[in-house]
């Protein structure tokens, strides 16, 4: 499968604690985003790189957040200090920069239940 | 105010139907206007990209944009249960500092029953 891939699909975990995502883009792709879902709304944007580079983020990532993708490939998502309104699914999305189109594909998503 | 409005529905179709899905939006910057289906527990999937104004057509489905009332619509032809999701409009600009982010609507959720 060479789609975008996330990892766990699923972590629970209580409050306070601090969680680790990671997110694999499709390999050619210099971009790559990540968004916040939550029940019955459509993706929040939050984050994105293009190779190594964090071009935006989004003024409703608190500073208990943060993103890196180091060597322009895989990137990971931190939450330190989780919160219950933390709860969500977070995707990751990967494109080709340069394209007209720059069609954004989405990973399957990492649902995260905050106790 | 939001800046993309998408009734969430639910909408509740026989097999074979036409449906129609839409938003408006309110940032006259945005220029790159998509539909996304979403299964439950799933990641979003494209189904349409349109730029501008226009229609594009591609299979049962056609999209279509009106810049100048800022709405667009995604139809969805002799329905089928298969298409039962949640479809997601999309947005973004053109470029500056905001081109790589696409703004959502809340999304549509549809049932096509046999």
Redesign the interface.
């Known amino acids: 499968d060479t789609g ?1 891939s996330q990892d766990p699909r699923h972590k629970i975990t209580k409050r306070g604690q601090n969680v680790t995502f990671r997110c694999d883009p499709i390999s050619e792709h210099n ?1 790559l ?1 990540w ?1 916040r879902q939550t029940l ?6 939050l984050t ?1 790189f ?1 190779n190594e580079a964090q ?2 983020k ?1 003024r409703l990532l608190s500073d208990r957040f943060s993103a890196e993708r180091p060597k322009g490939s895989f990137s990971t998502l931190e939450i330190q200090r989780t919160e219950q309104g933390d709860s969500a699914m977070y ?1 990751c ?1 990967s ?1 080709l920069a340069g394209l ?10 990492t ?1 995260l239940t905050v106790l | 105010q939001k800046e993309v409005e998408q009734d969430p529905g639910p909408l509740s179709v026989p097999e074979g139907a036409i449906v129609s899905l839409n938003c408006t939006y309110s940032n006259s910057a945005f220029q790159y206007f998509m539909w996304y289906r979403q299964y439950s527990r799933k990641g979003p999937e494209l189904l349409m990209y349109t730029y501008s104004s226009g229609n594009k057509e591609d299979g049962r489905f056609t999209a279509q944009v009106d810049k100048s009332s800022k709405y667009i619509s995604l139809f969805i032809r002799d329905s089928q249960p298969s298409d039962s999701a949640t479809y997601l409009c999309a947005m973004k600009n053109a470029g500056g500092t905001s081109y790589g982010k696409l703004t959502f609507g809340q999304g549509t959720i549809l049932t096509v029953h046999p």
Do not use: C, H, I, N
């Open positions: 975008v971009r985003y968004y019955g709304q459509g993706p929040e944007f994105y293009q071009l935006e989004s995707l999305a494109s007209r189109t720059d069609t954004q594909y989405f990973g399957p998503g649902r």
